[in-house]
């Protein structure tokens, strides 16, 4: 018999449901939050309660494109955390409550350990063991995954999270949020201009705060100079930050393939669909002879898929959650 999964992911700003049979994904639909635009960021209240609004219709739309009735699913994975507890809490409610409506069983999904496992959401997969640079909204690590739910993070950044350099950069260029894929628009258009400084931490963690400093300062020096210096040089800031940013993420992960010897290489999280990262690592790749792994774009944002998949393997370890399980804004790894 089958084993079919509903996925469900709430952690931020994006509600999505995803259905999986067997480890094929077959269906993965997402209602993204446009109300957050007008505020230049996500607001958790106004998240939570968006949630509330679209997790039945967007449940009812995933069961509907994969052609599963409710009754024939054999378990529901859902995000138990990290990320905004208001958005977290709609998620497991939903999924703990329709569980027990349908006598099935739960398992609750670490986040991360998701948008690593996006891999296998997709073909080809990556074989163990491998290195999967997570790089987010939130978070940036290297990770080494050994087996599916047996992975060990072996490097994390001290302070922002490379797309958290992306969007506060974006922020003072005066470019929408989400900044990230703006600014990855505009160092398409660009050579880069600027050299900003590469931080220096040791082994395989990363710091970014010190790079938005550095840019605040150099912006603000150069608009007493010329006021209209960013709009006359925006593809030339953005090519310049960008590329500042991948080499410092592509650095640390040739550190760790070569500490660890593995050739299996991956990125995942939101800024893996930046396109300097995307092209940058497949050259770096060939250069070290790696497989690189890169997702489909709408596998490195958020996503359910991911959260079916994971759950998926959760399910066939026997990994269940009790109806005493709760949201966790701050779930460690
Ligand atoms: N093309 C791109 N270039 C650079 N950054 C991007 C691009 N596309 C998305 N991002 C960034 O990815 C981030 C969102 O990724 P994701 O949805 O994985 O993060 P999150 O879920 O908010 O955080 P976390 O997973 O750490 O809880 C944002 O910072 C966004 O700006
Ligand atoms: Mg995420």
């Not at 309660?49 to 024939?72: F, M, S, T, W």
């Not at 990363?206 to 006359?232: C, R, V």
């Amino acid at each position: 018999m089958s084993i079919i999964i509903l996925g469900i992911e709430s952690s931020c700003d994006d509600t999505a449901a995803a259905v999986l049979r067997d480890g094929e994904i077959l269906s993965n639909c997402i209602a993204s939050q446009e109300a957050h635009r007008a505020y230049g960021g996500v607001v958790p209240e106004v998240a939570s309660r968006a949630h509330q609004e679209n997790i039945v219709p967007v449940v009812d739309l995933a069961l509907n494109k994969a052609g599963v009735k409710k009754e024939e699913l054999s378990a529901i994975a859902f995000t138990q955390g990290p990320g905004l507890i208001g958005s977290l809490i709609v998620g497991v409610s939903f999924s703990k409550a329709f569980a027990m409506s349908l006598g099935i069983p739960m398992m609750a999904v670490h986040h991360l350990q998701a948008h690593v496992l996006a891999h296998f959401a997709e073909h080809p997969k990556p074989a163990f063991p491998f290195l999967c640079l997570t790089v987010s909204g939130g978070h940036t690590q290297i990770v080494l995954i050994r087996d599916f739910l047996d992975m060990e993070v072996l490097g994390r950044t001290l302070d922002d999270a490379a797309g958290e350099a992306f969007d506060k950069t974006g922020k003072l260029l005066g470019l929408d949020y989400p900044a990230g894929p703006e600014v990855d628009k505009w160092a398409q258009l660009g050579q880069p201009l600027f050299e900003f400084p590469e931080p220096k931490v040791p082994g395989l963690d990363f710091s970014f705060s010190g790079l938005k400093t550095s840019i605040l300062y150099f912006l603000q020096d150069a608009i007493k100079e010329n006021p209209q210096f960013i709009t006359e040089n925006m593809a030339g800031i953005c090519t310049s930050v960008q590329q500042r940013i991948v080499s410092i993420l592509l650095k640390k992960l040739r550190k760790a393939a070569q500490q660890t010897g593995i050739r299996e290489i991956a990125i995942s999280g939101g800024v893996s669909a930046n396109s300097g990262l995307r092209r940058e690592l497949e050259k770096l790749g060939r250069e070290e002879g790696w497989n690189t792994y890169i997702p489909k774009i709408e596998y490195c944002t958020d996503n359910a898929a991911m959260i079916a998949v994971t759950g998926y393997y959760k399910f066939l370890k026997g990994e269940f959650a009790g109806q005493d399980v709760t949201a966790s804004a701050r779930l460690e790894w």
